[in-house]
């Protein structure tokens, strides 16, 4: 479960031109701002491969990374920015429920990541719906896990489990890196590296 290489392949603004080259992919999907290109990062040891702010909204393409030469992260950019336009959001909605939906390529996971201390909001559920009405293997990565006390930890992810319907959840920090030779495990495992 070692990261040995990890390069930018490209970013993808168009429908048209996912990569769909046979190899598996891993798509992060997720609110903005709930750390999917942090989480990405801390997976891979590396510290900025991946466009990351604090200003929510950095990432506009669907950017796609080679990993170890053998399989694909996918960092989309969050859904549910208020502060976007409209037009924005949408052109962003439509190229995750395009991907989702009609794309050949089918990843092997899709990594759902939410904010621990925020929850499944309502947007969340609609996306775990659409993903599930199309047979997506899904896995939740509740992130920024490093903002919360012991005693909301127990209470989030009560609530987290009330909404996820059977989905895995990981506890995740893309900060202190928790969670990560699990969620490693898991994708390692999906993309056919590692005996299930
Ligand atoms: N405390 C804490 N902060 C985090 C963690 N992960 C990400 N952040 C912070 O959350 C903010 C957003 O992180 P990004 O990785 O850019 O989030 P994103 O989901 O890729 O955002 P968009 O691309 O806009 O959808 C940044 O300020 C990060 O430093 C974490 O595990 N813990
Ligand atoms: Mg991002």
Do not use: C
């Amino acid at each position: 479960m070692n990261i040995a290489s990890a390069e930018f392949v490209k970013g993808v603004t168009g429908d048209d031109y996912m990569i769909s080259d046979g190899y598996p992919q891993i798509a992060f999907l997720g609110r903005s701002n709930v750390g999917k290109s942090s989480v990405i990062n801390s997976l891979l040891g590396r510290k900025s491969l991946v466009r990351s702010s604090s200003t929510p909204g950095k990432t506009r393409e669907a950017n796609f990374y080679r990993i170890n030469d053998k399989f694909y992260f996918v960092d989309f950019p969050g859904y549910g920015y208020a502060k976007m336009s409209k037009k924005d959001r949408d052109r962003i909605a439509k190229r995750i429920l395009w991907y989702i939906q009609y794309s050949t390529v089918k990843p092997e996971s899709v990594m759902l990541v939410i904010d621990m201390q925020v929850g499944i909001t309502d947007l969340d559920e609609e996306m775990l719906r659409i993903l599930h009405s199309h047979g997506h293997e899904v896995n939740i990565i509740a992130n920024k896990v490093d903002k919360l006390k012991q005693q909301e930890i127990t209470k989030q992810l009560k609530k987290i489990h009330a909404k996820a319907g059977g989905v895995n959840i990981f506890m995740y920090s893309a900060k202190t890196k928790k969670g990560k030779n699990q969620v490693l495990e898991e994708i390692f495992k999906r993309v056919g590296l590692l005996r299930q």
